[in-house]
């Protein structure tokens, strides 16, 4: 069983940046996938980023993003800490949503791409990032 908790949303103007932390409850937290994911008012929930720790010969991460936010966001974690991050620059209004931190159990060493809500078993409560222009 996992936990996540998010924060560092907030109203931002448009090229700003905002970092976005998640905090994670629960052992091995290395073998756990984790995403970002956002719901913006009227919309479905659409995937972000997502981040995996590969602890096989290479002890690799990987990371996959979003065509729309590919070259202006970067996900990260730290594994010692429980915790997954979105840097986000550039932002634009259009990035207005609800943000969602995400996690399932992963404990393999190779890397698929998880982009649907349905892969993702746990989730955060969001927190809610605007960007005026």
């Known amino acids: 069983q996992v936990q996540l908790v998010e924060s560092g949303g907030g109203l931002v103007q448009a090229g700003d940046s905002l970092r976005l932390s998640c905090a994670a409850s629960?052992?091995?937290?290395?073998?756990?996938?984790t995403g970002w994911f956002r719901q913006a008012p009227g919309k479905e929930r659409e995937f972000v980023a997502t981040i995996k720790w590969s602890a096989g010969i290479t002890n690799t991460y990987y990371a996959d993003y979003a065509i729309s936010v590919k070259g202006r966001f970067t996900i990260s974690r730290d594994n010692a800490k429980n915790a997954v991050y979105l840097q986000m620059n550039s932002l634009k209004p259009e990035d207005t949503a609800v943000y969602y931190c995400a996690a399932a159990r992963d404990g393999t060493s190779y890397y698929r791409r998880r982009d649907q809500v349905m892969e993702y078993d746990y989730w955060g409560q969001g927190t809610q990032v605007t960007v005026s222009s």
């Open positions: 629960g052992r091995s937290f290395s073998n756990y996938v």
